[in-house]
């Protein structure tokens, strides 16, 4: 894992970068922060206006840097004029980001809400490794990891790589909790062999969605972290409808880490 990014804007303090910091220490990583900005072009605009605004977003995200413990990491800070994932798309393409690392809404998002419409549209639009981290949550070393799916099918073993990295790094126990829900196939009961390897148990549940599964087996797991795949109809499902999710479609007190496994 070489390059973590964190999207400051989505998080008005600097608690999760100072969680990106804590987990970056473990892997050596690069540490990227980015805000994004809108001016758009039209006819008789100043032509220093998004400088102007990209040195102000800068200067903001210099305040949150100096705020927070770098444990000597280089943190290095970019900006971009134009949508969040576009952004995120721009820089990926640039450096080879490993891992997003966010909040799940912004502070100014209502309270029910799990993910606010900034960072669901980050999980829906992207495919890169994302990592949720709850508000308030502090940096620790991930012991036992429960990844919950509704098919065993992967098509590319390095969606795995973030997942298989945290196990090398940290020795963590994955155990596996496969949900059957209504209309399942055999197919998806077929666990991908790269899945099967790393894991330390596997469940195998019947229930209406995989949230639910989860729901029911997570005091059983006692997970510090919760994984799950991203897919156009899986375990979010509810994004590819709108790009907010209700805390009562589903929520988790630990981080969770999404891995994609649609097409690049």
């Given at each position: 894992?070489?390059?973590?990014?964190?999207?400051?804007?989505?998080s008005n303090s600097g608690e999760t970068l100072q969680y990106a910091i804590d987990f970056a220490v473990e892997f050596a990583a690069n540490v990227y922060i980015m805000d994004v900005f809108s001016v758009p072009s039209k006819a008789g605009t100043?032509?220093?206006?998004?400088?102007?605004?990209?040195?102000?977003?800068?200067?903001?995200?210099?305040?949150?840097?100096?705020?927070?413990?770098?444990?000597?990491?280089?943190?290095?800070?970019?900006?971009?004029?134009?949508?969040?994932?576009?952004?995120?798309?721009?820089?990926?393409?640039?450096?080879?980001?490993?891992?997003?690392?966010?909040?799940?809404?912004?502070?100014?998002?209502?309270?029910?809400k799990y993910l606010g419409f900034t960072s669901g549209k980050i999980v829906k639009q992207t495919n890169i490794a994302t990592l949720i981290v709850p508000k308030g949550t502090n940096f620790k070393p991930f012991k036992r990891i429960l990844t919950?799916?509704?098919?065993?099918?992967?098509?590319?073993?390095?969606?795995?790589?973030?997942?298989?990295?945290?196990?090398?790094?940290?020795?963590?126990?994955?155990?596996?909790?496969?949900?059957?829900?209504?209309?399942?196939?055999?197919?998806?009961?077929?666990?991908?062999?790269?899945?099967?390897?790393?894991?330390?148990?596997?469940?195998?549940?019947?229930?209406?969605?995989?949230?639910?599964?989860?729901?029911?087996?997570?005091?059983?797991?006692?997970?510090?972290?919760?994984?799950?795949?991203?897919?156009?109809?899986?375990?979010?499902?509810?994004?590819?409808?709108?790009?907010?999710?209700?805390?009562?479609?589903?929520?988790?007190?630990?981080?969770?880490?999404?891995?994609?496994?649609?097409?690049?």
């Amino acid at each position: 894992m070489k390059n973590i990014l964190v999207p400051i804007g989505i998080s008005n303090s600097g608690e999760t970068l100072q969680y990106a910091i804590d987990f970056a220490v473990e892997f050596a990583a690069n540490v990227y922060i980015m805000d994004v900005f809108s001016v758009p072009s039209k006819a008789g605009t100043l032509a220093n206006v998004s400088e102007k605004v990209a040195q102000n977003n800068k200067d903001q995200l210099l305040d949150v840097v100096n705020k927070i413990d770098a444990k000597g990491i280089d943190i290095k800070i970019a900006t971009f004029n134009g949508s969040i994932v576009d952004g995120l798309k721009d820089i990926d393409r640039e450096l080879g980001i490993d891992l997003i690392i966010m909040a799940p809404r912004s502070n100014d998002i209502q309270e029910e809400k799990y993910l606010g419409f900034t960072s669901g549209k980050i999980v829906k639009q992207t495919n890169i490794a994302t990592l949720i981290v709850p508000k308030g949550t502090n940096f620790k070393p991930f012991k036992r990891i429960l990844t919950a799916f509704k098919s065993g099918v992967l098509k590319r073993k390095r969606i795995l790589n973030p997942l298989i990295t945290i196990q090398s790094k940290f020795r963590s126990k994955i155990n596996l909790l496969l949900v059957k829900t209504p209309g399942y196939s055999d197919e998806d009961l077929q666990i991908n062999s790269a899945l099967m390897d790393i894991s330390s148990q596997l469940t195998i549940s019947e229930n209406a969605t995989t949230y639910l599964g989860v729901t029911e087996h997570f005091q059983s797991n006692q997970p510090d972290l919760l994984c799950v795949f991203r897919r156009k109809r899986g375990f979010f499902k509810k994004l590819w409808e709108k790009s907010t999710i209700l805390k009562s479609e589903f929520s988790a007190p630990i981080p969770v880490l999404i891995l994609s496994v649609k097409k690049d």
